[in-house]
Structure formats: structure tokens, C-alpha cells
């Protein structure tokens, strides 16, 4: 069990990434320009939004300062569905390696997001782990909307537990 709340947000973000790789790694590979809203991300777009939130809010918490039009070093969208599952791996290892020089007290300290002050540890579970969480929700339908099979992502799609009947 860990001992402190920086181990815990540790923990549960690297098993949310293990679920994020898998559903990068389901999407259809012919559908990066997807896009059932006009005016919405296409299914690109969305998936690598996963990486950016990774590393904007990670980056953020560590400097004391967010600044959403910054251009990130190694943060240019890929442009096939092939290279978006290993570059959300490479944004995330960045971005864990980050979290993980933080001190406990870390998470105590205070940082303006959006023009008000939140505790560090509100914006790493609320801001970074609940947003990509609502946006890999999206994803998982966007990819059944693509014609897709995404994988399940607490507990088993239709089709896994087909599989497991043997169906």
C-alpha cells in the first residue's frame, strides 16, 4: 500500500496510462480524420489530446505556471494511428518522470490554474487524471463510431466477454 498521496496518484495514474496505451493501440487504423461532429476533434486529434493533457498539467504542477499555448519540445501531434500509441508512451514517461521527482509536500503547495488558486494534488487527480479519463471515455466511442473495437476499460467490452464464453 502506498504511503503517501504522491505514491497513491502514482500508482493510479500509471495504471490509467496502461488502460489509455491499449485503447491507442485498438484504434482504427484508417480513421485518424474521423470526425462525427464538424465542428469536433477527429479521432487523431482526440487521442493525442490524452498526451498533451499528460504533459501540459504535469509541466505545469512542477513549474508553478500553466501556459497552454507553449510549445512543448516533443509534443507536435503524429499524423497516423500508428505513431500515436508510442508517442502518448514517450509524452507520458516524460511527464511521470516529472511527477515523480515531486516531494510529498508537493501536492500541498498551491498553484493558480485558470485564474484561481487549487492545491497541487487537486490538479493532478481532478485537472489531469479526471480529464483524461473523460476524454479516453470519448475516445472508447468514437472508436465504436469509427467502426472500431476498443478495449474494455473496467471491465469487459461485449466482444471480451464473448471471448471468455467462448461465444
Request: proline letters at 7%; glycine letters at 10%.
Amino acid at each position: 500500500m502506498p504511503s503517501n498521496e504522491l505514491e497513491r496518484f502514482i500508482g493510479t495514474w500509471e495504471h490509467e496510462a496502461k488502460s489509455t496505451d491499449r485503447l491507442l493501440t485498438a484504434l482504427p487504423t484508417t480513421q485518424y480524420d474521423f470526425r462525427p461532429d464538424p465542428k469536433g476533434r477527429s479521432l487523431g486529434e482526440l487521442a493525442w489530446h490524452l498526451a498533451e493533457i499528460d504533459a501540459f498539467i504535469s509541466r505545469g504542477v512542477a513549474t508553478g505556471t500553466f501556459n497552454f499555448d507553449e510549445k512543448i519540445p516533443g509534443l507536435e501531434r503524429p499524423r497516423t494511428i500508428a505513431e500515436l500509441a508510442p508517442g502518448y508512451k514517450r509524452v507520458h514517461a516524460t511527464a511521470l518522470a516529472t511527477i515523480k521527482g515531486f516531494k510529498p509536500d508537493h501536492l500541498d503547495k498551491t498553484t493558480s490554474f485558470m485564474g484561481r488558486p487549487m492545491r497541487n494534488g487537486d490538479i493532478l487527480y481532478g485537472v489531469l487524471l479526471s480529464h483524461l479519463i473523460h476524454h479516453r471515455g470519448q475516445l472508447v466511442l468514437m472508436t465504436r463510431l469509427a467502426g472500431g473495437v476498443p478495449p474494455g476499460m473496467y471491465g469487459p467490452t461485449r466482444e471480451e466477454m464473448a471471448a471468455m464464453r467462448g461465444n
